[in-house]
């Protein structure tokens, strides 16, 4: 069974569209991440978010917005897309120390966004 | 503000020597420590963590150590084996929750060797 999960494996779409990339986690975790991996391969955090608060790095453009309809769904949205944007996306869930968890954070298998 | 830095960027190694992969960091007032590894065209896989109170961890033929005063922790692979060959990532976690999200260095990139 897939723990962490994202759909689309791979998106290519054209400059100025709005694309959406889901994620989903069946482990029962509280706390959801997006990281953007470049194209040197460097991971750094977008957003992370639980039911308490969402945390979101303030490098990242306001056209990325993440939506979490339940607490096992963490989706990532994107306006008006750029050529910048094209990465690999990665979404993770971790479950926090003090709700019985050991933080370590899981990885779904990333989808491969390309900006043409 | 937290950085992560991994040395060496790359590293070949023939089969069956013990290697030792470095990780370092500037603020030492870490939540705790992860070692993954991501193979190419793919996610990460979660190795060990280690919590900022631990000195070290074990699973299988890795080992992981931790020091915090000194701002380093080292991935300690025995016996390596050609399924070892990925990239090793080193990522601190500065908090609990939602703000736990992970600085990660640039990786190791290993090659062993048959």
């Known amino acids: 069974d897939t723990a962490v999960s994202q759909t689309p494996k791979y998106l290519v779409t054209q400059m100025g569209n709005d694309k959406s990339i889901k994620c989903e986690q069946n482990?029962?975790?509280?706390?959801m991440y997006w990281y953007k991996q470049d194209s040197k391969k460097f991971l750094k955090i977008m957003f992370s978010?639980?039911?308490?608060?969402?945390?979101i790095n303030e490098t990242v453009p306001n056209r990325f917005s993440p939506k979490s309809p339940d607490k096992a769904h963490l989706n990532l949205h994107i306006n008006s897309l750029e050529l910048g944007d094209s990465a690999v996306y990665f979404c993770?869930?971790?479950?926090?120390?003090?709700?019985?968890?050991?933080?370590?954070?899981?990885f779904g298998p990333g989808t491969r966004l390309l900006v043409l | 503000k937290q950085e992560v830095t991994q040395i060496p960027a790359a590293l070949s190694v023939p089969e069956g020597e013990n290697l030792v992969l470095n990780c370092s960091f500037t603020?030492?007032?870490?939540?705790?420590l992860q070692w993954f590894r991501q193979d190419p065209g793919k996610g990460l896989t979660s190795l060990l963590l280690?919590?900022?109170?631990?000195r070290e961890q074990t699973s299988g033929r890795l080992n992981a150590s931790l020091d915090k005063s000194s701002g380093r922790s080292t991935l300690y692979i025995a016996a390596s084996q050609p399924g070892d060959s990925a990239t090793y990532l080193c990522?601190?976690?500065?908090?609990?929750?939602?703000?736990?999200?992970?600085?990660f260095g640039k990786g190791t990139k290993l090659s062993v060797k048959p």
């Open positions: 993770a869930s971790s479950q926090d120390r003090e709700t019985g968890g050991e933080e370590t954070q899981y």
């Open positions: 482990l029962g975790h509280d706390t």
């Open positions: 978010y639980n039911n308490k608060e969402l945390i």
């Open positions: 603020d030492s007032a870490i939540y705790n």
């Open positions: 280690i919590q900022s109170s631990q």
């Open positions: 990522a601190v976690g500065l908090s609990t929750g939602s703000q736990g999200n992970l600085i």
